[in-house]
T-cell receptor, first 113, second 110 residues
Framework: DGGITQSPKYLFRKEGQNVTLSCEQN?????MYWYRQDPGQGLRLIYY???????QKGDIAEGYSVSREKKESFPLTVTSAQKNPTAFYLC????????????FGEGSRLTVL | GQNIDQPTEMTATEGAIVQINCTYQ??????LFWYQQHAGEAPTFLSY????GLEEKGRFSSFLSRSKGYSYLLLKELQMKDSASYLC???????????FGTGTRLQVTL
């Protein structure tokens, strides 16, 4: 089945550590996105990529980094520079040439201890 | 710029009808999405409106007025499982990213 797979689903991190969240899609979508969601809040865009080897900052990119070496993969690294990383992280992809409908992964919940 | 407004919270009674409004001002418009998101889960697609008018899909309907920059999601015969956040998002056009509103948290009570 086509879809988006995020891992891990739950992650605990000590302060000062970098962590990487995985996102893989087999929908053949060119565009991929990372969103952050805090309790009771909407989605905030961290980074997005519209093509392999290229990505752009979203609204809250500070303290995060990404790479897009393959069409299927768009990992997100939460660095120690991110002051308040505890949140729910959602990866998504879409075909921007069509309706633009976003398909989401199941999310990764990061907790900093 | 992009601006999408939705009410933050709404409460409705089981079995009732509720209308969740969304107004938008965006540079470019190709269509408007509604997503449902239960707490701790990923958003799921509800509807996509491109043309003016009402589209019905079971208990859920979505309306769009492009000239007024306005949409609403209508939920009928509310059930407890409809308690969730409802996200309005605009697709500005080809090669553009979606712009989301902050979402409306709906609580269905007995």
């Amino acid at each position: 089945d086509g879809g988006i797979t995020q891992s891990p689903k739950y992650l605990f991190r000590k302060e000062g550590q970098n962590v990487t969240l995985s996102c893989e899609q087999n929908l053949n979508h060119d565009a991929m996105y990372w969103y952050r969601q805090d309790p009771g809040q909407g989605l905030r865009l961290i980074y997005y990529s519209q093509i392999v080897n290229d990505f752009q900052k979203g609204d809250i990119a500070e303290g995060y980094s990404v790479s897009r070496e393959k069409k299927e993969s768009f990992p997100l690294t939460v660095t120690s520079a991110q002051k308040n990383p505890t949140a729910f992280y959602l990866c998504a992809s879409n075909d921007q040439e069509n309706t633009g409908e976003l398909f989401f992964g199941e999310g990764s919940r990061l907790t900093v201890l | 710029g992009q601006n999408i407004d939705q009410p933050t919270e709404m409460t409705a009674t089981e079995g009732a009808i509720v209308q969740i409004n969304c107004t938008y001002q965006t540079s470019g418009f190709n269509g408007l999405f509604w997503y449902q998101q239960h707490a701790g889960e990923a958003p799921t697609f509800l509807s996509y409106n491109v043309l003016d008018g009402l589209e019905e899909k079971g208990r859920f309907s979505s309306f769009l007025s492009r000239s007024k920059g306005y949409s609403y999601l209508l939920l009928k015969e509310l059930q407890m499982k409809d308690s969730a956040s409802y996200l309005c998002a605009v697709f500005p056009g080809t090669a553009s990213k979606l712009t989301f509103g902050t979402g409306t948290r709906l609580q269905v009570t007995l």
